[in-house]
């Protein structure tokens, strides 16, 4: 049984953890691969609504291993919170198993995200204030802590002396702050060694032989396509690899190995966060979309910018991922419009582009073209199967399969696991 990836087509908050969730009962494994707090992801399971933030969702399905990949950065912090909130209502956390390679976000990592912001002004990026971007940042820099460096007090130390020193200086001199010191550092870290020793492992290997005995991985990415920080906006990204290519670098699973990748993409758009936007609305239609998709950020809270289908950036997502099946979630939000539009182009200074732009300027003035598809008023959120759906309902499905590069397999009608309309069985 090969790996199937999960990844988000958009700009995040397309609904990975209700398809990752929709799926854990199937799998046997899921591992977050990239990103780390910075994600949101929202799952219903009966009455019960979860907010997961570093933690995998498939540790909601009773059976699952959920693993913290090498990519992911770890807010160690975050992590014992997640789980402590989680146990208390009931969920069974000890399988989770977290790579010793993944890197931690320490203290000055957060406080730089927010300095560097500040600094910025109007050139910010609109981070979630983590510590994500700078954590990445040293990983690159070789000066990164990792999970392993915990469980050898002399190392930690010396590697914590090292990067505290130049970090020091920075906060000192550029942004007037006062850093953590090195011991106050050090004892932060170390007070989670034994909580977390049981957990850490060599989540590849795991993985590896999982595979080999034909169990099955899903790897579920953080963030999004035009996230990413290769393929996405740059610089309006997050720091880390959020398509395919990164979940076999951000678990150690080779590509021969990834046999299916399923694309999440919303019937409409949202971003959070600064950046380009091409169908961005700025009018009661875009706050009418935010008010019936509940666009409200699940991490940071913010209202999340929102705009209408955009099968450009569909169409890049499926090729920069080999995506093999699209969910379209949210399906129902759309409900109740007279025409509902969909970008097929962009218009930039009078050249049409049915590709994105190699330019990122193009980008920012490309003005979408779009079709208008017929809408419906019958409410969607009871459909279970394709034919449930009214005929222009099914209409646009069909339309905007046509346009985005890969089949849609299933169709979100509803945040719950079960209002899903399921046309091709996806695992
Ligand atoms: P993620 O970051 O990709 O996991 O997505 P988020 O959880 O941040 O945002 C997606 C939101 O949409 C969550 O509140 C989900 O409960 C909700 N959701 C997911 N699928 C559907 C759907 O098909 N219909 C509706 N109405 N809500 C959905
Ligand atoms: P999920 O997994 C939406 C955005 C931030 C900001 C940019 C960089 O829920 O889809 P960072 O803190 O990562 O350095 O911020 O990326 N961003 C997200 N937007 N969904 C997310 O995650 C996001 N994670 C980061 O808003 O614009
Ligand atoms: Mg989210």
New binding site residues.
């Given amino acids: 049984m090969p790996a199937i990836a999960i990844i ?1 087509a958009q ?4 609904g ?1 953890g209700k398809a990752t969730d929709l799926l854990g009962s199937r799998v046997d494994y899921v591992v977050k691969f990239n ?1 780390g707090n ?4 929202t799952v219903v399971v009966g009455d019960e609504k979860y907010a997961l933030h570093l933690l995998p969702s498939g540790i909601l399905t009773p059976g699952c291993t959920p693993v913290i990949g090498n990519g992911v950065v770890v807010d160690l912090a975050v992590l014992f919170h997640e789980l402590e909130d989680l146990e208390a209502r009931g969920v069974d956390t000890g399988r989770l198993r977290v790579s010793a390679n993944a890197h931690v976000i320490a203290d000055y990592n957060r406080t730089l ?1 927010k300095v560097t912001e500040r600094f910025l002004g109007s050139r910010r ?6 510590g ?2 700078p954590t990445y940042a040293d990983k690159m820099n070789r000066i990164g802590i990792r999970i392993q460096d915990i469980f050898d007090e002399k190392i930690l130390r010396q590697k914590v002396e090292g990067v505290l020193d130049l970090k020091a200086q920075v906060l000192t001199k550029i942004y007037n702050r006062r850093p953590a010191t090195v011991d106050e550092t050090v004892d932060e870290l170390l007070a989670f060694a034994d909580r977390l020793a049981p957990m850490v492992c060599d989540t590849g290997l795991l993985l590896n032989q999982a595979l080999d005995r034909g169990e099955t991985v899903l790897l579920e990415a ?3 396509t035009l ?1 990413d920080v290769d393929h996405g906006t740059y610089p ?4 880390s690899s959020a398509t395919s290519g990164g979940a076999c670098t951000g678990s150690g699973i080779p590509p021969t190995r990834l046999g299916q990748v399923i694309g999440i993409v919303k019937a409409y758009t949202t ?5 380009p936007f091409p169908t961005e609305l700025h009018d009661d239609a875009g706050e009418h979309l935010r008010k019936v998709g509940a666009e409200y ?3 940071t809270g913010r209202p999340r910018r929102c705009g209408w289908y955009d099968a450009v950036i569909a169409r890049y997502a499926a090729r920069v991922n080999g995506v093999t099946d699209f969910v379209l979630t949210k399906l129902d939000v759309l409900t109740g419009l007279e025409r509902v539009p969909v970008c097929v182009a962009y218009d930039v200074d009078g050249t049409r582009h049915d590709e994105m732009p190699v330019n990122q300027s193009d980008f920012h003035h490309a003005v979408p073209i779009y079709e208008h598809l017929d809408g419906w008023w019958e409410d969607i959120s009871g459909a279970r199967t394709f034919e449930d759906l009214p005929a222009n309902a099914q209409r646009y499905v069909e339309a905007v399969e046509a346009m985005s590069g890969a089949r849609i397999s299933a169709v979100g009608v509803g945040p719950s696991r079960a209002a899903t309309v399921v046309r091709h069985e996806l695992i």
């Avoid at 700009?11 to 397309?14: I, K, M, Q, S």
């Avoid at 910075?38 to 992801?41: E, F, K, L, V, W």
């Avoid at 971003?271 to 950046?275: A, K, L």
Wanted: net charge negative.
């Fill in positions: 988000g700009w995040g908050d397309e990975k990103g910075n994600a949101g992801h995200d990026i609109g981070t979630t204030g983590r994500i971007g953080g963030q999004a996230l309006f990204v997050t720091s971003r959070v966060g600064e950046g950020g699940t991490t």
